[in-house]
């Protein structure tokens, strides 16, 4: 009974923590999307957004997930987005950030559970529970490389990373909440 016992247990941590998957742009993650939104960012979904990507991905215990979209009236968004934040004016090169280019002494995505984009593939293998499958990957437009951005980190705790980059010229807003175990 012990051995059952102690078996089971392991199973269920192994479960627990030890797949990983990425979905993206499912029918649930879209309709989720607006609350998740609303709720991580305390703002409200603006009424002329586009989405354009969503995502959720899992790497053991680690979580996250994004949310891009493609905003009107980027100027008004913003206006209301730096009434409640403080935003840093940047450049950032996705997926390259790195201390030396950025030139701010700090990586300002160093706490986030990135997502796969500009890949150079267009597949990933994970593995959601006991078998491996394999997920198609997609880069939003205008996202990746060089672009000049307004950045906030909305929240910042132990295990708990919510950013926000604002692409103004692209008329883009990527949120990004990153779980940490």
Not at 80 to 99: G, H, L, S, V
Not at 143 to 164: A, D, N, P, W
Request: glycine share 4%; net charge negative.
């Amino acid at each position: 009974m012990v051995a059952f016992l102690f078996f089971i247990s392991f199973w269920g941590v192994f479960a627990a923590f030890g797949g990983s998957d990425y979905q993206a742009n499912t029918l649930t993650l879209k309709q989720e999307a607006p609350i998740e939104f609303t709720e991580n960012s305390k703002l409200q979904y603006p009424s002329d957004a586009e989405l354009i990507h969503t995502s959720y991905s899992s790497w053991g215990a680690n979580v996250g997930t994004d949310i891009i979209i493609k905003v009107a009236d980027i100027d008004s968004f913003i206006e209301i987005a730096t009434k409640r934040y403080e935003f840093y004016e940047m450049t950032m090169d996705f997926p390259n950030n790195n201390r030396e280019y950025l030139g701010y002494g700090f990586n300002p995505f160093q706490e986030t559970l990135n997502p796969p984009f500009c890949l150079e593939t267009k597949t990933m293998k994970v593995k959601p529970r006991y078998y491996q499958v394999t997920r198609k990957l997609t880069d939003p437009e205008n996202f990746c490389g060089k672009r000049e951005v307004y950045y906030s980190q909305l929240e910042r705790e132990t295990e708990l990373s919510i950013i926000m980059v604002i692409l103004p010229k692209e008329g883009l807003v990527w949120l990004n909440r990153s779980d940490w175990f």
